[in-house]
């Protein structure tokens, strides 16, 4: 049974920073596509950042461009997003995703696994 073990997350004031890690497991040596979705109160889950199993390749959501960064760890079933800049309109629950596979494309569609979700909040 694959789940995906999430950590960190929290309150910061805004302009601080935050970082969440997220393990596949037991170990794989699969291919998996990972990333990071949110859902703010009242509002739909929406995409955040995505990257591919090598690592060479990611992608993110406009409004955290510049501001998160996603990374993979070593070995690669850990995957991290550390957000700096963190404004009011980050808070919401933070959710690891894992899609088999190859490339970075990361939809709610083609997710295989979840996270539990983690916290942030941002106060201003």
């Known amino acids: 049974q694959v789940q995906l073990v999430e950590s960190g997350g929290g309150l910061v004031q805004a302009g601080g920073s935050l970082r969440l890690s997220c393990v596949i497991s037991?170990?794989?040596?699969?291919?998996?596509?990972m990333g990071w979705f949110r859902q703010a109160p009242g509002k739909e889950r929406e995409f955040v950042a995505a990257?591919?199993?090598?690592?060479?390749?990611?992608d993110y959501k406009d409004s955290v461009k510049g501001r998160f960064t996603i990374s993979r760890g070593n070995p690669k079933n850990t995957v991290y997003l550390q957000m700096n800049s963190l404004v009011p309109e980050d808070t919401a629950v933070y959710y690891c995703?894992?899609?088999?596979?190859?490339?970075?494309?990361?939809?709610?569609?083609?997710?295989?696994?979840w996270g539990q979700g983690s916290q942030v909040t941002v106060s201003s």
């Open positions: 990257i591919s199993w090598t690592g060479g390749s990611t």
């Open positions: 037991p170990r794989t040596y699969s291919n998996y596509a």
């Open positions: 995703a894992a899609r088999r596979g190859g490339g970075y494309g990361l939809s709610e569609a083609n997710v295989n696994y």
